[in-house]
């Protein structure tokens, strides 16, 4: 049976173009306008420890990037060494692109946008371009890689062939079909069904199968900035989504927990007003509607989540 790795060009591109470059921080004084250089905020912060105050400076960010040669050689590598832990006879580059219907979704707080201040490698676009150009990577129209890396798993055993999806983005363990996460697994491995939760040793919640996925649609995902609930103002972590989910051995028993939770945080008619400003009025399963779209990766195109149908095949009350 043919095998096909799915790779996130997204994390091969940044990860290659980040390694390439030197960062460091120009720290100027406010008042006597005396410049240091430091490696990172931390260290200048160590330094001027019991001396100044952190706001009487201007800090700027400095990058250096290296040849780019070397980081597309690395990407090459990248790609040749996924292809070799994966026995995969071709490969598949997917890529992000400029539209993503997750940016649209009506939240508090507008997906993903804690990224917004983050500083993005030098040789990005031209790590992207080289991917699109030279290993004729698909770019995503509509929605993120992810989802159609969720779609060539998905896919798979529909067409014969065993696609395994490469990437080290956590989304991907609450998706059905073969994973190979290079920085934690020694090789692919299949996932398939309610899957499992669990807390590692720094209480940090880690899981694979539809038990992910409902984790996710609980307790959200500081990484991509959507928490169930924010609008609550209550507070709910990893801790107590193992609590409320660790215990489930059935579909229902999960998704009627995540609708207890939500409804205790939702009794009734919610209004607020989102990230654009626009207020809202919505109730616990419109809200479990728009955090569902978050955290599900589409497997096919119209593979749109709803929360009604769903409490309805599996025979909860609403």
């Given at each position: 049976?043919?095998?096909?790795?799915?790779?996130?060009?997204?994390?091969?591109?940044?990860?290659?173009?980040?390694?390439?470059?030197?960062?460091?921080?120009?720290?100027?004084?406010?008042?006597?306008?005396?410049?240091?250089?430091?490696?990172?905020?931390?260290?200048?912060?160590?330094?001027?420890?019991?001396?100044?105050?952190?706001?009487?400076?201007?800090?700027?960010?400095?990058?250096?990037?290296?040849?780019?040669?070397?980081?597309?050689?690395?990407?090459?590598?990248?790609?040749?060494?996924?292809?070799?832990?994966?026995?995969?006879?071709?490969?598949?580059?997917?890529?992000?692109?400029?539209?993503?219907?997750?940016?649209?979704?009506?939240?508090?707080?507008?997906?993903?946008?804690?990224?917004?201040?983050?500083?993005?490698?030098?040789?990005?676009?031209?790590?992207?371009?080289?991917?699109?150009?030279?290993?004729?990577?698909?770019?995503?129209?509509?929605?993120?890689?992810?989802?159609?890396?969720?779609?060539?798993?998905?896919?798979?055993?529909?067409?014969?062939?065993?696609?395994?999806?490469a990437t080290q983005d956590k989304d991907a363990n609450g998706c059905e079909g073969w994973l190979y996460n290079w920085a934690?697994?020694?090789?692919?491995?299949?996932?398939?069904?309610?899957?499992?939760?669990?807390?590692?040793?720094?209480?940090?919640?880690?899981?694979?199968?539809?038990?992910?996925?409902?984790?996710?649609?609980?307790?959200?995902?500081?990484?991509?900035?959507?928490?169930?609930?924010?609008?609550?103002?209550?507070?709910?972590?990893?801790?107590?989504?193992?609590?409320?989910?660790?215990?489930?051995?059935?579909?229902?028993?999960?998704?009627?927990?995540?609708?207890?939770?939500?409804?205790?945080?939702?009794?009734?008619?919610?209004?607020?007003?989102?990230?654009?400003?626009?207020?809202?009025?919505?109730?616990?399963?419109?809200?479990?509607?728009?955090?569902?779209?978050?955290?599900?990766?589409?497997?096919?195109?119209?593979?749109?989540?709803?929360?009604?149908?769903?409490?309805?095949?599996?025979?909860?009350?609403?």
């Amino acid at each position: 049976m043919k095998r096909i790795v799915c790779i996130d060009g997204d994390i091969v591109a940044y990860r290659c173009a980040a390694a390439n470059e030197s960062r460091s921080i120009k720290v100027t004084h406010k008042v006597t306008n005396q410049t240091t250089d430091h490696a990172h905020r931390t260290a200048f912060k160590e330094h001027i420890k019991g001396l100044f105050s952190a706001d009487e400076f201007d800090i700027e960010d400095v990058q250096k990037a290296g040849d780019i040669e070397f980081a597309l050689n690395a990407m090459k590598t990248t790609i040749n060494a996924l292809c070799n832990s994966c026995e995969a006879d071709e490969y598949e580059i997917y890529l992000s692109g400029k539209t993503n219907f997750r940016d649209n979704l009506p939240l508090p707080s507008k997906y993903k946008s804690n990224r917004a201040e983050t500083i993005r490698p030098l040789q990005l676009k031209e790590c992207r371009e080289y991917l699109t150009d030279h290993h004729n990577a698909y770019l995503s129209d509509g929605q993120e890689a992810d989802d159609d890396l969720a779609q060539r798993a998905y896919e798979g055993p529909k067409q014969g062939t065993v696609n395994i999806v490469a990437t080290q983005d956590k989304d991907a363990n609450g998706c059905e079909g073969w994973l190979y996460n290079w920085a934690k697994m020694d090789k692919p491995i299949l996932i398939k069904g309610l899957g499992e939760i669990h807390l590692d040793d720094k209480k940090e919640l880690r899981g694979v199968g539809r038990l992910w996925f409902y984790a996710q649609w609980i307790k959200g995902d500081a990484v991509d900035c959507f928490k169930p609930c924010e609008i609550s103002g209550k507070k709910f972590g990893d801790v107590g989504c193992f609590k409320l989910l660790g215990h489930c051995k059935t579909d229902k028993e999960c998704v009627e927990a995540v609708y207890k939770q939500y409804l205790t945080w939702y009794p009734g008619v919610v209004e607020y007003n989102d990230w654009t400003g626009k207020a809202q009025v919505t109730d616990a399963i419109g809200l479990m509607d728009m955090y569902a779209a978050c955290c599900h990766m589409r497997r096919f195109p119209g593979d749109v989540f709803d929360t009604k149908a769903l409490l309805t095949k599996l025979q909860i009350a609403f």
